[in-house]
């Protein structure tokens, strides 16, 4: 018999949590703690500990997400077409969400079981369990309905998704978001210039071209000290680029940057860009054992136009993750065909959500295709062996 606990605060984990996990730095306690201490005004963090004879064997991250129009559309459109949009996601998706994995990072960093100690099936009916468990739980303290559930990102090769007939059985849509960027990184690269030189004549020429008009951009790792004194231009670089997406389910506080240095220290890196000694650009990375995670960034958008700055980030990290030996960098979603220029390949994922009303949970996967709409986009091939 599996029992279950529930946790409120990372500080009250068990020791054997991160024992469990320390494959992933994204359920470890250094994380989640930054993660508490920062996290979207929207967003409150619970933890379950599953365990078998009194051995944790599973593990589940999940968040309780409060989601308002005024924060979701930040593009504003005064036109018919898009207040009825609105209003329509209003009545489907406005209020709280719970969100079985992170909601402000891309990939499957929301669960982990031993698979020698209970099956997929085990731990699927354990977990929805517990999603029950939380739905009560928040019912009763807050007197808050959960409004939709949200288990987040999985590849098509996750062992999990062994268990998608239960998922389906149980209400749950099967949903196709945007894929992954990876960049695996081969052995034989052990310097940038390795990269530089698979690199076919149009995409060589346009690395020197980005690398040209960046001459004048001074770049510089900033320490925690550099990241608080910073922290008020990082979060104005930052805002500047997510205030320009149509659709965002959260905005990060503007302590952020410095809680995740401090706590993560080393593992957490921030570069800024300079112009002279003006900050006006930066980008962020997580470095997760063997797979750098790239994270926010933010840049001045005179800059970026004129320095090709975003294009530059991405060439920086790829420097980083190569000189550094890792194994894969992973871009994360959107901007598809610009990162798939630097060599990153898209992997595809899935979700599963289900809206807690019957009715509504039958027409939620076609709201979320106008929120997730399909990008047409051409994957770019920049390496001579294609």
Request: charged share 20%.
């Given at each position: 018999m599996i029992e279950t606990k529930l946790f409120t605060s990372a500080i009250d984990l068990p020791r054997a949590w991160d024992a469990l996990v320390v494959h992933d730095i994204f359920l470890q306690t250094t994380y989640l703690k930054a993660l508490e201490e920062a996290a979207p005004k929207n967003i409150t963090l619970y933890y379950f500990g599953f365990y078998l004879e009194q051995e944790l064997v599973g593990i589940a991250v999940m968040q309780r997400v409060k989601l308002y129009l005024n924060d979701m559309f930040r593009n504003h459109d005064d036109s018919c077409f898009h207040e009825r949009f609105k209003n329509q996601v209003s009545k489907v998706l406005k209020g709280n969400i719970l969100v079985v994995g992170n909601l402000t990072h891309t990939g499957q960093h929301g669960i982990y079981f031993k698979s020698n100690a209970i099956t997929n099936e085990e731990f699927?009916?354990?977990?929805?369990?517990?999603?029950?468990?939380?739905?009560?739980?928040?019912?009763?303290?807050?007197?808050?309905?959960?409004?939709?559930?949200?288990?987040?990102?999985?590849?098509?090769?996750?062992?999990?998704?062994?268990?998608?007939?239960?998922?389906?059985?149980?209400?749950?849509?099967?949903?196709?978001?945007?894929?992954?960027?990876?960049?695996?990184?081969?052995?034989?690269?052990?310097?940038?210039?390795?990269?530089?030189?698979?690199?076919?004549?149009?995409?060589?020429?346009?690395?020197?071209?980005?690398?040209?008009?960046?001459?004048?951009?001074?770049?510089?790792?900033?320490?925690?000290?550099?990241?608080?004194?910073?922290?008020?231009?990082?979060?104005?670089?930052?805002?500047?680029?997510?205030?320009?997406?149509?659709?965002?389910?959260?905005?990060?506080?503007?302590?952020?940057?410095?809680?995740?240095?401090?706590?993560?220290?080393?593992?957490?890196?921030?570069?800024?860009?300079?112009?002279?000694?003006?900050?006006?650009?930066?980008?962020?990375?997580?470095?997760?054992?063997?797979?750098l995670e790239t994270y926010f960034l933010g840049y001045d958008s005179e800059y970026q136009y004129k320095h090709q700055l975003y294009l530059n980030m991405l060439y920086d990290m790829a420097q980083f993750g190569i000189n550094n030996q890792f194994k894969t960098i992973v871009y994360a979603r959107t901007a598809m065909e610009i990162k798939s220029s630097i060599g990153a390949k898209p992997k595809d994922m899935v979700m599963y959500l289900k809206h807690t009303n019957w009715f509504m949970n039958g027409i939620l996967k076609y709201i979320f295709r106008l929120m997730n709409p399909s990008k047409i986009w051409e994957e770019r091939h920049p390496f001579k062996s294609n």
């Amino acid at each position: 018999m599996i029992e279950t606990k529930l946790f409120t605060s990372a500080i009250d984990l068990p020791r054997a949590w991160d024992a469990l996990v320390v494959h992933d730095i994204f359920l470890q306690t250094t994380y989640l703690k930054a993660l508490e201490e920062a996290a979207p005004k929207n967003i409150t963090l619970y933890y379950f500990g599953f365990y078998l004879e009194q051995e944790l064997v599973g593990i589940a991250v999940m968040q309780r997400v409060k989601l308002y129009l005024n924060d979701m559309f930040r593009n504003h459109d005064d036109s018919c077409f898009h207040e009825r949009f609105k209003n329509q996601v209003s009545k489907v998706l406005k209020g709280n969400i719970l969100v079985v994995g992170n909601l402000t990072h891309t990939g499957q960093h929301g669960i982990y079981f031993k698979s020698n100690a209970i099956t997929n099936e085990e731990f699927m009916s354990t977990l929805l369990k517990a999603v029950d468990v939380l739905k009560r739980k928040i019912k009763t303290v807050f007197n808050k309905n959960i409004r939709a559930v949200l288990l987040k990102d999985y590849f098509l090769t996750d062992t999990i998704l062994q268990t998608k007939n239960a998922l389906n059985t149980s209400g749950f849509h099967h949903i196709v978001v945007q894929p992954n960027m990876v960049l695996n990184l081969p052995e034989h690269w052990v310097h940038f210039e390795d990269y530089i030189s698979e690199l076919n004549k149009k995409y060589r020429d346009r690395y020197k071209s980005a690398r040209k008009k960046s001459e004048s951009i001074i770049t510089k790792e900033l320490d925690v000290t550099a990241v608080f004194n910073q922290s008020e231009t990082l979060y104005k670089l930052y805002k500047n680029v997510a205030s320009n997406a149509k659709i965002n389910s959260f905005i990060l506080p503007e302590n952020h940057f410095y809680a995740f240095k401090k706590q993560l220290g080393a593992n957490f890196k921030v570069f800024g860009y300079f112009n002279k000694n003006e900050l006006v650009g930066f980008y962020t990375l997580i470095l997760n054992n063997k797979y750098l995670e790239t994270y926010f960034l933010g840049y001045d958008s005179e800059y970026q136009y004129k320095h090709q700055l975003y294009l530059n980030m991405l060439y920086d990290m790829a420097q980083f993750g190569i000189n550094n030996q890792f194994k894969t960098i992973v871009y994360a979603r959107t901007a598809m065909e610009i990162k798939s220029s630097i060599g990153a390949k898209p992997k595809d994922m899935v979700m599963y959500l289900k809206h807690t009303n019957w009715f509504m949970n039958g027409i939620l996967k076609y709201i979320f295709r106008l929120m997730n709409p399909s990008k047409i986009w051409e994957e770019r091939h920049p390496f001579k062996s294609n």
